[in-house]
């Protein structure tokens, strides 16, 4: 079957994860987690992507953007994708490719999954047993958001802004909201839409969408059904 053609549309959050080529290490120290760290923030600002929210794994990381552009986040992934290679091969002296194919994203509904995803992206050090609690894995924008690090370049959502009137009281909400998990169901959805490639919303919302792609927005009834090991 013909791969579809990435579902990409500026000023709406997309959620990412590029993972190593056969689940293999990405990073082996924390210097390679900051190089990574350093071309993604560079590149996001570079191609007009802001960068809410994201997760650095051992085998692949997750980010939380709005690019601004056409085509703004697939020119972003591709920079950040050749010169982190570029870096990790020369490093490791080491030849080929390192990503497991193309980056998979999902283009989300605002108000429905932003903070779940966010909160889905949080959780995901804990889920893999890295650590007991998100503060704990220092390579994610949790810290910033509940306040314990400062990352100005980190992009704050009209959404999380709504979490309260003052810095303290947008922070403890969050941090609330992580305490409390994710729903089961939207965790089942945030996973199936962005290994699929689908639009994640409400029935409205990616009927809304679909004038504004040339190729589907949302998977069909039929079709493969999802398998629960293949969560990250």
Known sequence: MARLPRLSLPGYPHHVILR???????????SDRQTLLELLVGFCQKHG???????????????????????????????????????????YTRTGTLWEGRFRSSLIQ?????????????????????????LDHPWSSHAHYVGARLDNWLVAHDVYWALGNTPFAREKAYAELVQAGIEE????????????????????????????????????????????????
């Open 20 to 30: 190593g080529n056969n689940r293999q290490l990405i990073f082996k120290d924390n």
């Open 49 to 91: 992507v802001d960068l809410h929210a994201f997760v650095l794994m051992d085998n692949h990381f997750h980010v939380l953007v709005t690019p601004q552009a056409d085509k703004a986040l697939s020119k972003m992934m591709q920079d950040l994708g050749r010169d982190y290679v570029r870096f990790f091969n020369k490093k």
């Open 110 to 134: 605002t108000e429905r999954y932003f903070l779940a995803c966010m909160v889905y992206i949080d959780l995901n050090p804990v889920r893999a047993g890295m650590v007991a609690q998100p």
């Open 185 to 232: 169901s939207k965790k089942h959805a945030l996973t199936s839409s962005v290994l699929g490639g689908w639009a994640l919303g409400e029935d409205d919302f990616t009927q809304s969408l679909q004038p504004l792609s040339k190729r589907r927005v949302s998977k069909s009834k039929a079709g493969r059904p999802f398998k629960a090991s293949e969560e990250s």
